[in-house]
């Protein structure tokens, strides 16, 4: 994985240094909140319900083992022994106090880890398919795009007070597994006749306003891609909109202008600029590829692990849930789920970190991924020793064998912890995954993505989850929206609104009586949720959710009345 | 006293921990919304928030919020309120595990 150089040492040394000496005038009276806020949400730090809440970076979601014990480390020394993952592939910490976060950053820099950017009206940290350097079907590892990306745009003069923060999202495989529809840029690494390449997508977004981005480019040479991609936010930065927050994404100025127009704005402004990127960038990516070179995979007998396979239904059912497909074929791509039922989608202990640290180190190379799907990936594990990785698994509680089943859900911290929130997550989420287990249906109902945001903003992108949460504050209560037919993947589709809102109480009996309505009608087993939807659309599914249509629509008019 | 519309209480947070503190009658701080200050008054509550304001160095993000009061005992009347007096719901963090 990427190494800072001496140029990032120092630069992230200045930056704590200086944020330590902003928060010391902070607390002296030196600084106002007006103004320490700009410059405590440059490093990260939040001001939650109940404390204050760092977001450290984790680039494209890649953690080598010493990066996760620091994380753990950080988590018992200066918080409350468990961090939580994110659907932008960073960690949470959520209880950590103001003098303390100084001496936190300079924890993470002693592993290279950050926070900056990782809050503000900037480019967020750029997040990656999970499964980069590792899947079967991959055209290219995108990952040294995304450093040369993260290294462009950190601290980028130009873009430090955009109209809104940006987010690029980056994968080389055809399957898209990092929503690169559903970002503000989505790239994807294409190979054409021994030509690398980028089909850039722009103008995506979930939010208030969701929209499936816009191809803008079909194949743009990889080493014009940071010119064009400078391009494409300066155009933004220019005409988009500063007046409305929720107008002011690239999503809306694509939208208002029509890519086309964009296009030709972006064209204009990438001549002028391409004179002045000079080569460097294609030398800084060569260095920058040789950090990302695949490890030297094992060869080893694969015997003990297909008789264990063969013998042990338990491990056989985790294989086959929670592992992929490896570009080497004695070797699988094993995901950690941290959706155990009942507990917090996302959220690891110390002592999970650690043992996860320790796997990695002895098993997969060293590297582990955060997948947006809030879930850890190792995504160099030899078969042979799997069964070992999955008897140290069980020692913590990791071992769920429940990945892209219905308690592998989505759901951000919700009013639990978001000042921004309107409603919870995090319960709704524990009680699904707690109901279906009980059912024991979980296996029998496959695969299928539920999404819970706890407010508009879309955090736990509950409009592309083939059944898609979004929790409301309606006259004072906690109410429910329910999204059906959504699609997070290169088919990426915005779901529909399936009618008026549930209680707190309503919500799960609703979204069990969704799933009993699709084992009835699924033309077979092997036919998935989202394959009978789009059979069948959403009628039954509505008919399901409200038996007297009548009934539910005149709640929601007296729910529009209120 | 009886429970009325106008009920407030001023809220904030702790600069330094970041958790949630109330304003008591003799204008500090304090963590048990019990022991908070009920205002009645609006113009009273007004220069209460102009003077808590003025305490930054002390707390962030100065509010009032909308109270019922019966018995004595002091209940937010809005959902987020209450969770903020109480904690999260998934761990015995925050104020309930202070209790």
């Known amino acids: 994985m990427y ?3 001496e140029f990032d040492d120092a630069f992230i040394k200045a930056r704590n240094s200086q944020f330590r000496n902003q928060v010391k005038r902070r607390v002296d009276g030196n600084l106002t909140e007006d103004e320490f806020k700009p410059l405590r949400l440059m490093n990260g730090l939040y001001l939650q319900l109940h404390a204050y809440m760092l977001r450290v970076a984790i680039p494209y979601g890649t953690l080598n083992s010493s990066q996760m014990e620091k994380l753990a480390l950080i988590a018992d020394r200066w918080d409350k022994g468990y961090g939580h993952f994110t659907t932008r592939q960073n960690i949470q910490f959520n209880w950590p106090k103001l003098n303390d976060v100084p001496d936190i950053l300079d924890a993470l820099a002693e592993v290279k880890m950050h926070a900056i950017q990782t809050s503000g009206n900037t480019i967020r940290n750029v997040t990656a398919d999970h499964f980069s350097g590792a899947a079967a079907e991959e055209s290219l590892d995108p990952r040294p795009y995304a450093e040369l990306i993260r290294q462009w745009s950190t601290d980028h003069p130009e873009f430090q007070f955009l109209p809104r923060k940006f987010k690029v999202a980056i994968t080389g495989s055809k399957n898209d597994r990092a929503v690169i529809r559903a970002h503000d840029i989505g790239l994807r690494l294409l190979r054409r006749k021994e030509k690398l390449g980028f089909e850039i997508i722009v103008g995506g977004g979930l939010g208030r306003t969701p929209m499936i981005g816009k191809v803008i480019h079909e194949f743009l040479p990889v080493s014009d891609i940071l010119p064009y991609l400078e391009a494409v936010v300066s155009v933004w930065n220019t005409l988009g909109r500063r007046d409305n927050k929720y ?3 690239i999503k809306i100025t694509v939208h208002e202008h029509g890519v086309k127009f964009i296009k030709q704005l972006v064209q204009k402004r990438y001549n002028e600029i391409r004179s002045t990127f000079t080569g460097v960038d294609p030398n800084l990516l060569t260095q920058i ?3 990302f070179a695949p490890p030297i995979f094992k060869s080893a007998d694969t015997t003990g692990f297909k008789c264990t396979y063969e013998n042990d239904a338990i491990f056989r059912s985790w294989v086959d849930t929670n592992t992929q497909k490896h570009k080497e074929s004695d070797y699988a791509i094993t995901s950690i789920s941290l959706k155990t039922h009942g507990k917090t989608p996302g959220d690891a202990s110390s002592e999970q ?6 796997i990695a180190r002895l098993y997969a190379h060293d590297e582990i991924r955060i997948s947006h799907e809030q879930n850890i990936i190792l995504p160099h594990v030899h078969k042979s020793d799997l069964p070992r990785v999955y008897d140290l698994l069980r020692t913590k509680n990791l071992n769920t064998a429940n990945i892209g089943l219905i308690s592998d859900i989505i759901a ?3 009013m639990d912890y978001c000042a921004l929130a309107t409603a919870r997550s995090i319960p709704i989420a524990q009680e699904i995954s707690m109901r279906f287990d ?21 955090c736990g992108h509950h409009h592309v989850g083939h059944i898609g949460i979004l929790g409301l504050d309606r006259a004072g209560v906690e109410n429910y929206q329910i999204t059906l037919g959504g699609d997070a993947t290169e088919t990426a589709k915005i779901g529909e609104r399936a009618g008026p809102g549930f209680s707190a109480e309503q919500i799960v009996p609703a979204v069990e009586r969704i799933i009993l309505a699709y084992l009835d009608i699924r033309m077979n087993k092997s036919e998935s949720f989202i394959e009978t939807f789009h059979r069948l659309g959403i009628a039954p599914f509505k008919k399901a959710l409200y038996p007297n249509l009548k009934q539910s629509l005149k709640i929601e008019n007296q729910g529009k009345a209120a | 006293m009886s429970n009325t519309q106008s009920n407030k209480v001023i809220t904030a947070n702790h600069l330094l921990i970041g958790n949630v503190v109330y304003l008591n009658s003799q204008f500090d701080w304090v963590n048990s919304l019990s022991d908070a200050k009920v205002f009645t008054n609006e113009t009273s509550i007004e220069e209460a928030i102009i003077n808590a304001n003025s305490q930054q ?11 019922d009061l019966l018995n004595e005992t002091i209940t937010p009347k809005h959902f987020r309120e209450q969770f903020r007096n109480k904690g999260p719901s998934n761990y015995n963090h925050g104020k309930q595990s202070e209790v």
């Open chain 1, 289 to 291: 590829e040789s950090a």
């Open chain 1, 247 to 249: 107008k002011a994404r």
């Open chain 1, 3 to 5: 190494i800072y150089t």
């Open chain 1, 412 to 414: 951000c911290p919700g």
């Open chain 2, 57 to 67: 160095h002390e707390v962030v993000g100065v509010y009032s919020i909308n109270i």
């Open chain 1, 438 to 458: 009980d059912l024991k249906l979980e296996h029998e109902v496959g695969h299928i993505q539920i999404k819970i945001s706890g407010c508009i903003n879309a």
């Open chain 1, 353 to 358: 970190m650690r043992l996860i640290a320790d």
